[in-house]
């Protein structure tokens, strides 16, 4: 099983970016597939998940900003990112958990991706 992240890079403030995450392995659609980021010096940290019946999860520092989306025809899952601030700044992985829903608990995941890096700044 395998997943691949795509689409980090640098970005001003108040710019989008949009991240993909390639899953390929396992079966995608029953998964609960989240996006965590870990800036430095800091804990890695949920930031959303979609579900596997399609309902979503945000963190509340993303909220309004960033959405999350999957297609099951792709094996892939997206999040994207509009109106990014400084401390969006950080590392973002992508990860599936063998049941319905989202949980913080990185210990709870079976899969994780390698990271892509995000910057934000002028």
């Known amino acids: 099983a395998q997943l691949v992240e795509s689409g980090g890079g640098l970005v001003q403030p108040g710019g989008s970016l949009r991240l993909s995450c390639a899953a390929s392995?396992?079966?995608?659609?029953?998964?609960?597939m989240s996006w965590f980021r870990q800036a430095p010096g800091k804990e890695r940290e949920g930031v959303s998940c979609?579900?596997?019946?399609?309902?979503?999860y945000y963190a509340d520092s993303v909220k309004g900003r960033f959405t999350i989306s999957r297609d099951k025809i792709k094996n892939t899952v997206y999040l994207q990112m509009n109106n990014l601030k400084p401390e969006d700044t950080a590392v973002y992985y992508c990860?599936?958990?063998?049941?319905?829903?989202?949980?913080?608990?990185?210990?709870?995941?079976?899969?994780w991706g390698q990271g892509t890096q995000v910057t934000v700044s002028s």
């Open positions: 990860a599936g958990r063998s049941t319905r829903y989202y949980s913080s608990s990185l210990n709870e995941y079976d899969y």
């Open positions: 392995g396992f079966s995608f659609s029953s998964y609960a």
């Open positions: 979609m579900n596997s019946d399609g309902s979503s």
